[in-house]
C-alpha cells in the first residue's frame, strides 16, 4: 500500500524557517518524481515544487522561487522541502503527493506563520 | 505562469451530465489532469493525461481535450459527487492548478 506521511509542520513566526519531510513507503520512491502541493484554510489548490526521480529536474512556483528549497533521500526515502524567509501568506496545510499527476497524497502537514 | 481558467461553479441533479471545463492561457500539450476534493478530505486524482481513468475511478467519469481546452465529464451525475474539481497542468514550468469548480447537486 502506497503511504506518504508528512511532518514538520507547525507555527512559527515571519522570517524564520521550517523544514518539511515526507516519509514514503509501499513503492519504489527512487523511481517517482515527487510533488509538494499546498491549500491555504479555505482556499484552492496551489502547486508549490516537483523534483524528478534522480533529482534532476526541479521546479518551483514563483511564490516561492529563491526561499523554498525541495530536495530528496532516496535512500531514506524521503522528500523533503526546506523553507525559508516564511510569510504569512505560506500559511497552508502542505501535501506531498507522487508523480507529476500526483496520483497519491499525504494526509498534509500544517504550517501557520504568525507573530 | 500558464493559467487555468475554471468555471466558479456549478448546480446540476442527480442522473444529468455534467462537463466542467479547463481552459490554459497556453498549451499544455495532453498533460493536464483533474482532481475531486471533498470538504475535509485530502484531493484524489480522477483523470491523467487528458484522458485516461485513473484505477478505481467510476467510469461515469471521462476527461476529454488537448492544447489549451480540457472537459471532465461526469455521466450520470450522482448525490455523492458533491466536491469541487480542480484541473492541474504539468507540461508547462511552473505547474499550476485551477482554482476549482464546485459542484453542487440539487
Known amino acids: 500500500e502506497v503511504q506518504l506521511v508528512e511532518s514538520g509542520g507547525g507555527l512559527v513566526q515571519p522570517g524564520r524557517s521550517l523544514k518539511l519531510s515526507c516519509v514514503a513507503s509501499g513503492f519504489t520512491f527512487s523511481n517517482y518524481g515527487m510533488n509538494w502541493i499546498r491549500q491555504a484554510p479555505g482556499k484552492g489548490l496551489e502547486w508549490v515544487a516537483y523534483?524528478?526521480?534522480?533529482?534532476?529536474?526541479?521546479y518551483y512556483a514563483e511564490t516561492v522561487k529563491g526561499r523554498f528549497t525541495i530536495s530528496r533521500d532516496n535512500a531514506k526515502n524521503t522528500l523533503y522541502l526546506q523553507m525559508t524567509s516564511l510569510r504569512s501568506e505560506d500559511t497552508a496545510l502542505y501535501y506531498c503527493?507522487?508523480?507529476?499527476?500526483?496520483?497519491?497524497w499525504g494526509q498534509g502537514v500544517m504550517v501557520t506563520v504568525s507573530s | 505562469d500558464t493559467v487555468l481558467t475554471q468555471s466558479p461553479a456549478l448546480a446540476v441533479s442527480p442522473g444529468e451530465r455534467v462537463t466542467i471545463s479547463c481552459r490554459a492561457s497556453?498549451?499544455?500539450?495532453?498533460?493536464m489532469h483533474w482532481y475531486q476534493q471533498k470538504p475535509g478530505q485530502q484531493p484524489t486524482l480522477l483523470i491523467y493525461?487528458?484522458?485516461n481513468l485513473e484505477s478505481g475511478v467510476p467510469a461515469r467519469f471521462s476527461g476529454s481535450g488537448s492544447g489549451t481546452d480540457f472537459t471532465l465529464t461526469i455521466d450520470p451525475v450522482e448525490a455523492d459527487d458533491t466536491a469541487t474539481y480542480y484541473c492541474?497542468?504539468?507540461?508547462?514550468?511552473?505547474?499550476?492548478f485551477g482554482s476549482g469548480t464546485k459542484l453542487e447537486i440539487k
Open positions: 497556453e498549451s499544455v500539450s495532453t498533460l
Open positions: 492541474q497542468q504539468s507540461w508547462n514550468d511552473p505547474f499550476t
Open positions: 523534483i524528478s526521480s534522480g533529482s534532476s529536474y526541479i
Open positions: 503527493a507522487r508523480l507529476s499527476y500526483a496520483d497519491y
Open positions: 493525461l487528458a484522458s
